[in-house]
């Protein structure tokens, strides 16, 4: 049985996050939680987040008595939308500044 979050519209952009998705794909979700509490990354509490909710949502949702035999089958980040700003430069001009948002999809198995 699979069971899935998503965080959504999260505030980092997706190529940051895939870096630290890299680092818990494929093991235990215990095992990641425990990975990420110690990684120094902004995406690495997002990521957290969202393993979390998928643990809660296969407890509450799917009747999951152990939770120790989650594993990570599939994490995924996908760009989300981009919000544009512009910055005043030099001669008048402005250049635009993207803010990057990401979805981020956590699917555990037993």
């Known amino acids: 049985m699979d069971v899935q979050a998503k965080g959504r ?7 940051k996050a895939r870096l630290v998705a890299d680092l818990v794909r494929g093991k235990s979700a215990e095992a990641a939680i425990d990975i ?12 957290t987040k969202v393993i979390k909710s998928a643990v ?11 939770v120790s ?10 760009g989300g939308p981009i919000l544009k700003r512009y910055m005043p430069r030099a001669y008048g001009r402005a250049t635009m500044i993207r803010k990057r948002t990401s979805h981020i999809t956590v699917v555990l198995s037993e």
């Open 56 to 66: 809660s949502n296969a407890e509450e949702n799917h009747g999951v008595r152990d």
């Open 9 to 15: 519209y999260v505030r980092v952009s997706p190529r």
């Open 69 to 78: 035999g989650l594993k990570i089958k599939e994490i995924k980040v996908d």
């Open 36 to 47: 990420l509490n110690f990684t120094p990354k902004k995406a690495a509490k997002d990521i």
